[in-house]
C-alpha cells in the first residue's frame, strides 16, 4: 500500500461492510472467488479492478445478498447480508439499466417507494429531490426511450438513491457509455457522494476512473478462485477537479503507481491463462465435434435443414400465386415469373 499524498485523508470510520474467508462456488465445482477478507468504512469510496472473469460482479453480489456466499460471513451495518438488504441499507446499480418502459421518469424513481407505502405527497417530495439530484429536473413525465444512454444512467442511479441507502453498489455503471457522456457521469457520482457522503463501492475496468473517484482501490487476481491481490491506497484531496488534477504531481503518481499495478496484474492473468486457466491448473474444456454435430442436428430438427435454390425458388413463386389469388388480380407470365408487371 502506498500514500500518494498528504494533503487531506479520505473519509474513514468505523468500518460499515466486513467481508471475513467468504468463498463462492457455483454448480459444486466453480470456484469464483476464495477466501476473500475485507473491510470498507463509512463514506469512503471504494473501487474494484480486475481482469475480466475474476469475480468482481460475484463478489458485489455477495455483498447485496444476490448471490449467497459458500462459505465465511459478510456483514454490512452491523447485520448480515440478507438482513441488510431486507432493511434497504443497499442501493444498486447494474451494467444495464432495468427501467420499466411503460413507466415514466418519475414512475420508474417512485416504484420503490410505492412498494413501500409512502404516502403522495412523500412520494413526491423525495422524487423530486432525488432528479434533482442526477439533474434530471424536468424530465418528469418523459419515458425512458426518450432519453438518451447517459441519462438513462442518471435514472437508474436515482432509483438507487430513492431509498436513502447508506451503501451504494456500482457494477460497471458507465462502461457502454462514450468518453464525454462517462467523465460528465463521473463527476455527477463524485458530487452525489460528497453530499450525501455514502459509501460507494464501484466494479470499474478504467484504472483512470478509479483513481479519479476512489479513496482506496483493489486490485483482483486472476480467476478462478481470485482473490484480493493489492490494495492501493489514495490520500488525494476533495473536492477533486478534473482539470486541476492534470498538474496535480500527488495525482499523477497515484495513477502511475495503480497503472503500474494494472499492468503487472494484466501481465500475470496472460500467463496464467497461457499456462492452461487457474491456479489449479484447470484447463479448459475443449470443443467437441461430436457436441457440435449434436448441435447441428438439433438445430435441423427445430428450425429445418437449410433449403436448397431449387426449393427456394420454388417456394417465393407459390408465395407470389397465393398473393394474386387473394389480391384478385389476373396473374400474367411475368407476374407468375416474379417479375413486375410493365
Same mark, same amino acid.
Given at each position: ?159 438507487? !438513491? ?5 451503501? =451504494?453498489? *456500482?457494477? #460497471? ?5 462514450? $468518453?464525454?457522456?462517462? &467523465? ?51 490520500? !488525494? ?5 478534473? =482539470?486541476? *488534477?492534470? #498538474? ?5 503518481? $497515484?495513477?502511475?503507481? &495503480? ?60 408465395? *407470389? ?22
Amino acid at each position: 500500500m502506498t500514500d500518494v499524498s498528504k494533503t487531506d485523508a479520505p473519509k474513514t470510520g468505523e468500518p460499515i461492510i466486513k467481508i471475513e474467508n467468504v468463498s463462492k462456488i457455483f454448480g459444486g465445482t466453480v470456484k469464483a472467488v476464495d477466501n476473500v477478507n475485507l473491510e470498507v468504512n463509512r463514506g469512503e469510496f471504494f473501487a474494484l479492478l480486475g481482469p475480466s472473469g475474476c469475480g468482481k460482479t460475484t463478489f458485489l453480489r455477495v455483498i447485496a445478498d444476490l448471490e449467497q456466499a459458500t462459505g465465511g460471513t459478510a456483514t454490512a451495518n452491523g447485520m448480515a447480508a440478507a438482513d441488510a438488504r431486507s432493511a434497504r441499507a443497499y442501493g444498486y446499480v447494474f451494467q444495464a439499466a432495468g427501467l420499466y418502459p411503460w413507466r415514466t421518469i418519475a414512475g420508474n424513481v417512485r416504484l420503490p417507494l410505492e412498494i413501500m407505502g409512502y404516502t403522495k405527497a412523500q412520494m413526491e417530495e423525495r422524487v423530486a429531490r432525488t432528479l434533482d439530484l442526477v439533474n434530471l429536473t424536468g424530465f418528469e413525465r418523459k419515458f425512458p426511450w426518450q432519453l438518451s444512454g447517459g441519462m438513462q444512467q442518471r435514472l437508474a442511479i436515482a432509483q438507487a !438513491l430513492i431509498k436513502k441507502p447508506k451503501i =451504494l453498489l *456500482l457494477d #460497471e455503471p458507465f462502461c457502454a457509455l462514450d $468518453a464525454l457522456t462517462r &467523465a460528465q457521469l463521473q463527476d455527477s457520482v463524485m458530487d452525489i457522494h460528497a453530499r450525501l457522503g455514502n459509501t460507494v463501492i464501484m466494479i470499474t475496468h478504467d484504472v483512470d476512473e478509479a483513481v479519479l473517484l476512489s479513496d482506496r482501490i483493489v486490485m483482483m487476481s486472476n480467476g478462478p478462485a481470485a482473490g484480493i491481490g493489492e490494495i492501493h491506497d489514495l490520500t !488525494l484531496s476533495r473536492p477533486r477537479r478534473r =482539470l486541476e *488534477l492534470g #498538474e496535480n504531481l500527488d495525482y499523477i503518481a $497515484a495513477r502511475s503507481m &495503480a497503472r503500474t499495478l494494472w499492468f503487472v496484474f494484466t501481465i500475470i492473468a496472460a500467463i496464467s491463462d497461457s499456462k492452461g486457466g487457474s491456479s489449479t491448473n484447470e484447463r479448459r474444456p475443449r470443443c467437441n465435434p461430436w457436441h457440435v454435430k449434436a448441435l447441428r442436428r438439433r438445430h435441423h430438427f427445430y428450425c429445418g435443414r437449410p433449403r436448397s435454390r431449387k426449393r427456394q425458388q420454388h417456394q417465393r413463386a407459390s408465395a *407470389l400465386l397465393r398473393f394474386v389469388q387473394r389480391r384478385s388480380i389476373t396473374p400474367t407470365s411475368s407476374l407468375a415469373c416474379g417479375h413486375p408487371r410493365s
